[in-house]
């Protein structure tokens, strides 16, 4: 029987999570037993302590602002869902929900949400990840596993391929219609310098010709050029999605034998045309893979030839992000041929300075590429040291010789010079082992503000070349300067609480904690760095050293501290939710991705990011204790 | 005691009538039901009704689940209404003919409190269908949701108070206009936001003789 107000409201669930993971009939089932409310403003849906209503709610128009007692946690608006932790615990609420508009608002019963939970994995785990955010102690025993939208969710569903990298095709294809002849088809062809046209039909792909349909079929003198292009058109085409793996695209084409597969706007050949993957764009994509890559860059011999590399690894970043590959895998494979290709460019201007080091050395990256976290192209951030040696001035006056034609290669790359010239051609930051260490000494122990983030830059190292040596003994006189200087850890944390995490999305807007709305979010100083800071000086709290990446510095701390492990935890998912989220905004428009218009956000991404901003408070209010913070504030 | 005195119903009829025997004038404990009906013309007398659809509201909320949707299998047809409601001579929803579809109606609106957009129209819509069963006319209390907002009078001397103006005014988005449950759900919409209204306005909680 047609239902035509559950199909509108279906129309409307389908677009939000967990709704959108939920498959038709399901959702129908949910739609055709909501119900709607109304409520004008400043009207309550729940109060704290109120029995639980056997329902959570859904706004459809309007806005629901939750609170505890008159403080704001969250503001609601179309599509989000709240009621929904009582409902899962089977608990009395904990907080009002009030409109703070006039609103409509569907009711789904909680036994229609055990039935998803019971049969959609995936719904149910956004259902558990949203409802972890609003508890009160997330670190509970309760919820263990359950903290966060995990990245699992993220990854392939089946990777039954290695080569799981996106196929890249040609857009554009060019095309002709079924009413023209071979010879006509044949000239557009040549124009286009290409080896293949495709038939289409109101833009769907009907048939295809290659040069191997002109050899075989018309130069054997077996059809005439005037007949139609239908006469000789392979019917039909293999069609795919365009997020085909290059191991689909190559098994598809040795099943069928075939050297082109349509790309079509939803994988069928019903649907609209929108490229072309060629057998030979196969092979170009063979020669684009981690391995090759490293290979090719060992062998070059300019910076030029360099810089065509690293293209070519930004290209495998896309289609790696794309194929949602675990973001740690892509850092490791993008930090490795940033490396790789440092270590090249030091080479060849070591020949080009055509004098050998006159002491050992290190090339170091600071900052996000010391912590290789660094995915898009970006300023260069590097440091030199240097042995202690008789002749100071004189090394000085090499290296820094060195570094500068280092740093401008590196420009030739791709990496933009530093514009506060954090590089190892800057005199400061081109330095025998003792004047580092009597640096950070100096900074230790008598920080102030600049120092301290030049502190958050430099004490994020990681060699790329040379002695490992000298890292270790700059490492020591940290631990060592910290040992007796203690405070410095307070000054630190300080430091770290500087940007409180936003508190929630409301529309086009992001929700600070004072209730304040702003359009853009700093998702670099907002969410990742207090993430990077708080790592960074717990782990120098311990005293371990060599752990210089914020995954593996929480990774290092669950060992240490076990009973933070669902902290951390948590601290680990968000920043690689966060990284990617990043790297993927500075891959779609061009830039770092360090500020995203809220307004361009989806819901699912809100909602993503949201999930991303309890770990963060979390991790400052253990900052704040630890380091008796709320004391030297 | 004539034929005249007292008819033999239909056992549905009789089981429609039957919950009228028990009055209810709680409001928490009240069914209205929205409805709304699609016709080949605005002629109750000769014009035919194409759907019915309807949602009902108990304890102020919307129950989806407790809603009615049918189609009617036309006899006669009007070419220049199908563009309004576009429901096809020929289509492919499921219909059912008139005298089910009344039987069905009645049986699920019971003693409901109806409430439609301009209701006498839509009323007399069944109303004719009834007659035609030889049947009398609907026993259920009637609101009108037009009539409500002249209650509300929420604007003065507003003149137009179509269903269209009226969502425009009360800022309800319009989706399936003219399909007889797309209707009858923005008339319920209408209904809790008028009522609401009306509240407010008398300061205190509604009463069933309020409407």
Redesign the interface.
Known sequence: ??????E??LDFLKNFPPFDALTHDQLFAI????????L?KDSFVFRQNEELHDSFYVVK?GAVGVFRGTKLVDECDEGDIFGLRAVIRKDHYLLDAKTIEES?LY?ISSKLLEDIINNNPKANQFLIASFATNTRNPYSNEDKGTLFANEAILKPETSAFTEVQSAKYSKNPIVCNTQISIKEASLIMSQNKVGSIIITEDKLPIGIITDKDLRNKIATGLHSITEDVEAIMSSPVITFPENISVAEAQIAMLKNDISHLCITRDGTIHSELIGILSEHDIIVIHGNNPSVLIKEIKRATTAKSLKFIREKAQELLKGYLKQNIPISFVSKIISAINDAITKRVIDLSIAELDKQPPVGFAWLAIGSQGRKEQLLYTDQDNALVYEDGIEETKTKAYFLKLAKAVNDKLAIVGFELCPANMMASNPKWCLSVSDWQSQFTNWITHPNEDKMMLCNIFFDYNIVYGKPSLVSQMSDSIFQAIDNYTIFLNFMGRNALKNPPPLSFFRSFLVEDTGEHKDQFDIKSRAIMPLVDAARVIILSHNVKDFNSTIARYQKLIELEPQNKELYESCIYAFRILLRFRTKQGLKHGDSGRYIDVKNLSKSNKLKLKGCFKPIKDIQELLNVRFKLSQIL | MGWFKRHIYPDFYNAYAETFTHPNNSLDTTRFVVFDTETTGLQPKTDKILSI?C?AITN??????D?F?R?IIQTQFNADTVKIHGILKNGT??KINQHDAIIQFLDYIKNAVLVAHHAAFDVAMINQALKQMALPKLKNKVIDTGQLYKKTKYVKNQKHYSLDALCHLFNI?M??RH?A??D??LT??LF??LS?LLK?KKNRELKLRDF
Do not use: F
């Open positions: 029987m047609k239902n035509t107000i559950a509108r409201i739609a055709s037993q909501v119900k709607v409310l109304y004008e128009d409509i009711s | 659809g949602v102020g909320a919307i129950d989806v689940a809603s949707e189609y929803i499921v988005t989706h399936d399909t449950s797309g009858a759900y319920a919409i809790l936001k609401a407010t």
